[in-house]
């Protein structure tokens, strides 16, 4: 038999552990979530392979990711969407801009953009 809570201390506790584990359940982790959206859309043209990389750009490191390629512009701004090329060049509505390419007819899904500016938002952790 569940016992009941008998203050209004125990219900805040259970209202703090709840949604403590919320958070826990939608917090973005980077190998499970957002690595394999890299994977599908970025990594083959900005990625190890030196010899394929375009723009100068690598995706694949946090510290060159956060230093950006050849534009000067970083992709990725920890904790900042607005400064985020990354987000900018996904969202932009110019076929000479917008990432992935439109050759590749391989868009970035609308759930998988919310798990990106979500870790963006978070701080871009690598690990």
Do not use: T
Not at 4 to 18: T, Y
Not at 20 to 34: E, H, L, Q
Not at 40 to 51: S, T
């Amino acid at each position: 038999m569940v016992q009941p809570l008998r203050s209004a201390g125990g219900l805040i506790a259970l209202g703090v552990l709840l949604v403590a584990g919320a958070r826990a359940a939608s917090a973005v982790d980077f190998s499970r979530d957002i690595q394999p959206i890299l994977a599908e859309h970025c990594f083959h043209c900005h990625g190890q392979d030196e010899a394929a990389r375009k723009g100068k750009l690598r995706l694949d490191q946090r510290e060159a990711a956060l230093k950006g390629g050849g534009s000067g512009e970083p992709a990725i701004v920890a904790g900042n969407l607005d400064k985020s090329a990354l987000i900018e060049r996904i969202l932009s509505k110019d076929e000479d801009e917008v990432m992935p390419p439109p050759e590749e007819k391989k868009p970035v899904k609308a759930a998988d953009l919310a798990k990106l500016k979500q870790w963006i938002a978070d701080g871009a952790p690598y690990a």
